[in-house]
């Protein structure tokens, strides 16, 4: 089993900045993608960026690509989320999950391991 714990969220103007953090512990060895989704009020889960960790392959959703951009360190166990040019439709909690293998996929029952969120908060 792997644990996630993200962090990083807060509240940021339109135009700003944000970097979320996930830390994964327990069978990290397991892992071989990793992505982040988001979830606003009213709203299904919604796909954001996932990365292979070997390679380094990414894959990002149309809505946030070329604002966000998603990375990872293996030796401390973390992925990352850098988030540009911030909107206010860019609110939500943003999770980070484990992929099943190792495609790079959007559907989030091709992931588990889902940490308990941080919320990102886009004000205008």
């Known amino acids: 089993q792997v644990q996630l714990v993200e962090s990083g969220g807060g509240l940021v103007q339109a135009g700003g900045s944000l970097r979320l953090s996930c830390a994964a512990s327990g069978r990290t060895l397991s892992i071989s993608a990793m992505g982040w989704f988001r979830q606003a009020p009213g709203k299904e889960r919604e796909f954001v960026a996932s990365i292979r960790w070997s390679g380094g392959n990414t894959y990002y959703a149309d809505s946030v690509k070329g604002r966000f951009t998603i990375s990872g360190d293996k030796a401390k166990n973390t992925v990352y989320l850098q988030m540009n040019s911030l909107k206010p439709e860019d609110t939500a909690v943003y999770y980070c999950?484990?992929?099943?293998?190792?495609?790079?996929?959007?559907?989030?029952?091709?992931?588990?391991?889902w940490g308990q969120g941080t919320q990102v908060t886009v004000s205008l």
């Open positions: 999950a484990r992929a099943r293998g190792y495609t790079l996929t959007p559907q989030p029952d091709t992931y588990d391991s």
